[in-house]
C-alpha cells in the first residue's frame, strides 16, 4: 500500500491541515493500494496564494521560453525511465491494461516533448502595422487550476502541466480522486529539474476539493476534463467570476460505416473506438451507425470483435480489456444497460459481468442492437464498454442522426471513398473527427462543442490557450524593442 500524507503548497511538501483522506481502490481486486490526503479551504487557499504570489513575483513566468522549457524537458527526460514503474501505478488504480500501459504513458512524453516545442517556436509578439501600429503580446494568463480526470491519469497531468508552466504560468494541480498516486513522481521529476518553488503545486481531495480550488478568487484560469455534469457546475461559477476555462467534457460519438466500407480494414478502428480503455473515453465511438443493406453484417463483425476481448487481471500479459475503474460505475454501466433492454433494445454480445472474476469490477464487452437514437442508451453518455448500433438508409440521415445528439465531442466515417468521407466530416457537427480509424492525434486541437465543451487540450492551441493577448499601441521608434 502506498500511503502519501503530503501535499505540495507554497514553495514545499507538507503534511495538510486536514486529517481526511481518500482511499485508492484496485479496481481488479477491490482492496485498498493507497491513501492520499483529502484536503479542505485552509490547504487550497495555501496552494492558490502560493501559486498567486509566485506568478506575481515573476519567478517563472519573467524567465525566457527557452529557459522554461529546457527545465520542463529535463522533467521528461527523468520521467522516461520511469514509465514501467508508473505504469503499474495506471494499472493499478485504474484497470489499463499492462499490455497497454507502456504504449500510452509513452505517448504522454511524446506528447509533453510536442507542447515544448511549440512553446520554442510560438512566437510572444507580433507587431502590426496599419493605420496604427502595435504589437500584439503574448502573456501566461496567470494562475491556473487543473483537475484531472481519471481515466487517463498519467497522460492528463502532462496535458495539463506542461503546457500551463510553458506558458510562464503558475498552477495548482489536482489529479482525480480515484487516481492521484501517478501525479506526485510527475511533480517530483518537475520539482527536481528546476521548476521554482510555489510555482506548482499539487493538493489532492474529492469534488469538495476541486470545488474551492475552482472558486477560490486568486484562480485566473480553470483547466478541467470529467463530466459535462460537473462541467457545467465549473461554467457556472468562471461564469460569475469572469474567469477563463477550459472545459473538455463528455462525448456520444457516431461513427457512420457508409456501403462501400471494407470491414476488414475498419473493424479496429471501430472495435478499438468503442472498447478502448473498457469504454472508459469521452472520445468512443458509443453509436455505431450502419447502413440497413449491410447492417446484418456490420453487427455481426462488432458482435465478434467484442467477443474477441480478453477480459481479466490487468497485470496480466494476456489482458486486453480491464476491469471498470470503480463499483459505482460498473453500477452505472449495468443500470444503462438494464435501461437499454427495458427500452427494446437488444442485446447481441455481452451484457453482464464475466464467468470466473468474482472480485474485480468487471464488464463483458456489450453490443447493442434493436435500438433508436430517442433511447437513453443512445443518448446518454454511458463510459462504459457499450455500443449501440442504429441502422440508417441514406448518408444524409446518418449525418443528421450523428449530429441528432447533445455532445459534440468526435466522430468518425469508414468508407473507400475519400470524397465521400470529406462531405460527410464536414457535414457533422463535432470538434473532432476520424476517417477510417480512431485517432487521437495530440498535434492538432482536440476538444467539442455543444455540451462536450469549452476550447482546445491539444495542438498549438491546448499551448496558447494558456496565453492571454495584450495589444500595446507603439510608437514606430519602439518597433526595435519588439524584435521587428
Given at each position: ?119 520554442r517556436n510560438e512566437p510572444v509578439s507580433e507587431v502590426r502595422r496599419g493605420q496604427t501600429l502595435a504589437v500584439v503580446v503574448r502573456e501566461p494568463v496567470g494562475v491556473v487550476a487543473s483537475i484531472a480526470p481519471w481515466n ?333
Open positions: 500500500m502506498i500511503t502519501e500524507d503530503r501535499i505540495l503548497v507554497e514553495g514545499g511538501w507538507r503534511a495538510p491541515a486536514s486529517r481526511e483522506t481518500v482511499q485508492v481502490i484496485s479496481p481488479s481486486t477491490e482492496g485498498v493500494i493507497g491513501q492520499v490526503p483529502d484536503v479542505g479551504p485552509a490547504d487550497v487557499d495555501a496552494a492558490v496564494k502560493g501559486a498567486r504570489r509566485s506568478f506575481d513575483e515573476g519567478v517563472w513566468r519573467r524567465r525566457s521560453v527557452e529557459e522554461r522549457t529546457d527545465v520542463l524537458g529535463r522533467a521528461l527526460d527523468m520521467l522516461e525511465p520511469q514509465i514501467e514503474e508508473i505504469g503499474k501505478l495506471v494499472t493499478g488504480q485504474m484497470g489499463l491494461p499492462t499490455s497497454m500501459s507502456g504504449q500510452v504513458l509513452a505517448s504522454g512524453i511524446a506528447t509533453g516533448r510536442y507542447f515544448l516545442d511549440v512553446a487517463g491519469p498519467f497522460n492528463s497531468s502532462i496535458t495539463k502541466i506542461f503546457p500551463a508552466l510553458a506558458a510562464g504560468c503558475g498552477m495548482v494541480y489536482k489529479p482525480a480522486p480515484e487516481t492521484p498516486l501517478d501525479s506526485f513522481p510527475v511533480v517530483e521529476a518537475l520539482l527536481a529539474a528546476g521548476v521554482p518553488a510555489g510555482v506548482l503545486n499539487l493538493v489532492t481531495g474529492g469534488g469538495d476539493t476541486g470545488r474551492a480550488l475552482v472558486a477560490h478568487p486568486g484562480v485566473d484560469k480553470v483547466s478541467f476534463t470529467g463530466s459535462t455534469a460537473t462541467g457545467r457546475e465549473i461554467g457556472g461559477e468562471c461564469g460569475r467570476s469572469f474567469k477563463r476555462m477550459q472545459l473538455e467534457l463528455g462525448g456520444k460519438s457516431a461513427a457512420i460505416v457508409l456501403d462501400d466500407a471494407d470491414l476488414s480494414i475498419s473493424l479496429p478502428g471501430l472495435a478499438g473506438g468503442a472498447f478502448f480503455n473498457t469504454g472508459q473515453v469521452c472520445a468512443s465511438y458509443s453509436r455505431i451507425l450502419a447502413p440497413r443493406s449491410r447492417f446484418d453484417e456490420v453487427a455481426e463483425a462488432m458482435v465478434a470483435a467484442a467477443e474477441s476481448f480478453v477480459v481479466g487481471d490487468p497485470f496480466d500479459p494476456a489482458t486486453t480489456l480491464g476491469p471498470l475503474v470503480s463499483q459505482r460505475q460498473r453500477e452505472r454501466v449495468e443500470h444503462a444497460i438494464a435501461t437499454g433492454i427495458d427500452e427494446g433494445a437488444k442485446v447481441v454480445a455481452g451484457g453482464g459481468r464475466p464467468d470466473g472474476l468474482e472480485k474485480g469490477w468487471y464488464m463483458q464487452p456489450t453490443v447493442f442492437v434493436g435500438a433508436s437514437n430517442a433511447m437513453t442508451i443512445s443518448r446518454e453518455e454511458i463510459f462504459g464498454p457499450v455500443a449501440v448500433l442504429l441502422p440508417y438508409d441514406t448518408v444524409e440521415e446518418a449525418v443528421a442522426i450523428a449530429n441528432d445528439s447533445d455532445y459534440g465531442l468526435h466522430g468518425a466515417v469508414f468508407t473507400t471513398d475519400e470524397e465521400r468521407a470529406a462531405q460527410v466530416a464536414a457535414g457533422v457537427r463535432t470538434g473532432s473527427f476520424s476517417v477510417n480509424s480512431y485517432t487521437y492525434n495530440v498535434e492538432a486541437p482536440f476538444g467539442g462543442v455543444k455540451a462536450s465543451g469549452v476550447g482546445r487540450d491539444t495542438g498549438r492551441e491546448g499551448l496558447t490557450s494558456f496565453y492571454e493577448l495584450k495589444t500595446i499601441n507603439i510608437t514606430p521608434g519602439m518597433e526595435p524593442l519588439y524584435g521587428a
